[in-house]
């Protein structure tokens, strides 16, 4: 498996949010595709996610995971409870990523 760049992207350009289930506690479940977040907060993209779950780790990278909004989370819309937040992950280019080059981090 792996994420391959459709087109160029340059160093610093946003790539793809981390997504997938917020889980916390007992909740939390073995998964290839558990992303820590907070403290005791996950992001797992097994069962519900986008295709950032399939960024490979190597030991030269050329992207890496920030937290771009204040604090690292953000407001869930139409919410019924305003504290209610959600750990945005960011995925950003660390250099520039010729179009078919496998994304890592």
Known sequence: FGLFATAPIKKGEFIINYAGELLRGT??????????????????????????????????????????????????EGASNED???????????GDIAKGQCLCW
């Open 27 to 76: 909740a939390v479940r073995k998964s290839s595709y558990k992303f820590a977040v907070e403290a005791g907060w996950y992001i797992d993209a097994e069962s519900v996610g986008n295709c950032s779950r399939y960024i490979n780790s190597a030991c030269s990278p050329n992207a890496r995971a920030v937290h771009l909004t204040d604090g690292g989370v953000q407001e869930v």
């Open 84 to 94: 209610v937040l959600v750990p945005v992950v960011d995925i950003m280019a660390l």
